[in-house]
C-alpha cells in the first residue's frame, strides 16, 4: 500500500528532528512526506532541508497563512496546501503533527490495519507524554477516538467524508462521515 503523509509545521525546530528521524526509520518507509512549512521564524525549514538531503521521499512547501490562529482552521489550511501539491497515487493518507515521535513499526502496524480489514477506513495510535522522564497516555487519547495528531486514512474514506474540514473539531467531524459512510475506526 501506498503510504503518504502531510505533516503541517509551524516553528517546529525543537521538535521536527525528532519526527522526522522517526518516520525516516521506518520498517516501511512512506511513498511520500510532505513538510508543510507554514510561515516558521525558527529553524524548522533548515531541521526540513536536513532531511530531504538524504531521504528521497521527503519534501518542503513553504507557505505564509496568516499568523492569526484560528482554532481547526489554520492547521487544516496548511494540510489541505500540502494535499493539492501530491499526485493522488496514494492507498493511505496520513496527516501527522510535526511534534511525534513514531515507533519504528508505526506504519507497518497502520498498514496492517486496513489490509486486514476493507471496511477499516480511518486508523490511529495511542499519544503518550513524556512528564518528567516517563511516557504516560495523553488524557485526549482513549480508544473511541483517533487523535487529530496522528490520524491515518484509506483513500476512499477520504474521499467519502470530502477530505478534512477546516473548522474546530475538525478531527470528531472527520470520525462522524467516516461512520456515517459505513467505514470503521480503529484507534
Given at each position: 500500500?501506498?503510504?503518504?503523509?502531510?505533516?503541517?509545521?509551524?516553528?517546529?525546530?525543537?521538535?521536527?528532528?525528532?519526527?522526522?528521524?522517526?518516520?525516516?526509520?521506518?520498517?516501511?518507509?512512506?511513498?511520500?512526506?510532505?513538510?508543510?512549512?507554514?510561515?516558521?521564524?525558527?529553524?524548522?525549514?533548515?531541521?526540513?532541508?536536513?532531511?530531504?538531503?538524504?531521504?528521497?521521499?521527503?519534501?518542503?512547501?513553504?507557505?505564509?497563512?496568516?499568523?492569526?490562529?484560528?482554532?481547526?482552521?489554520?492547521?487544516?489550511?496548511?494540510?489541505?496546501?500540502?494535499?493539492?501539491?501530491?499526485?493522488?497515487?496514494?492507498?493511505?493518507?496520513?496527516?501527522?503533527?510535526?511534534d511525534l515521535i513514531f515507533p519504528?513499526?508505526?506504519?507497518?502496524?497502520?498498514?496492517?490495519?486496513?489490509?486486514?480489514?476493507?471496511?477499516?477506513?480511518?486508523?490511529?495510535?495511542?499519544?503518550?507524554?513524556?512528564?518528567n522522564g516517563e511516557w504516560t497516555?495523553?488524557?485526549?487519547?482513549?480508544?473511541?477516538?483517533?487523535?487529530?495528531?496522528?490520524?491515518?486514512?484509506?483513500?476512499?474514506?477520504?474521499?467519502?467524508?470530502?477530505?478534512?474540514?477546516?473548522?474546530?473539531?475538525?478531527?470528531?467531524?472527520?470520525?462522524?462521515?467516516?461512520?456515517y459512510h459505513n467505514w470503521q475506526?480503529?484507534?
Amino acid at each position: 500500500m501506498r503510504v503518504y503523509i502531510i505533516i503541517p509545521a509551524h516553528n517546529e525546530e525543537k521538535y521536527i528532528h525528532s519526527t522526522l528521524a522517526s518516520l525516516c526509520n521506518q520498517t516501511i518507509l512512506p511513498d511520500k512526506i510532505l513538510v508543510v512549512n507554514d510561515n516558521s521564524t525558527d529553524k524548522t525549514e533548515e531541521i526540513i532541508r536536513s532531511y530531504i538531503a538524504k531521504n528521497k521521499f521527503l519534501n518542503i512547501l513553504n507557505i505564509s497563512s496568516s499568523g492569526e490562529h484560528i482554532p481547526g482552521s489554520k492547521v487544516i489550511n496548511a494540510f489541505n496546501a500540502g494535499l493539492n501539491e501530491l499526485d493522488e497515487n496514494y492507498d493511505i493518507i496520513c496527516k501527522f503533527d510535526a511534534d511525534l515521535i513514531f515507533p519504528e513499526n508505526y506504519i507497518e502496524t497502520i498498514i496492517s490495519y486496513f489490509k486486514k480489514d476493507d471496511r477499516i477506513g480511518l486508523v490511529g495510535g495511542f499519544c503518550f507524554i513524556d512528564k518528567n522522564g516517563e511516557w504516560t497516555l495523553e488524557n485526549l487519547t482513549n480508544e473511541d477516538h483517533v487523535r487529530g495528531a496522528l490520524k491515518a486514512y484509506r483513500k476512499n474514506c477520504f474521499k467519502d467524508i470530502g477530505g478534512l474540514k477546516t473548522s474546530m473539531g475538525w478531527d470528531t467531524v472527520d470520525e462522524l462521515l467516516a461512520q456515517y459512510h459505513n467505514w470503521q475506526i480503529v484507534t
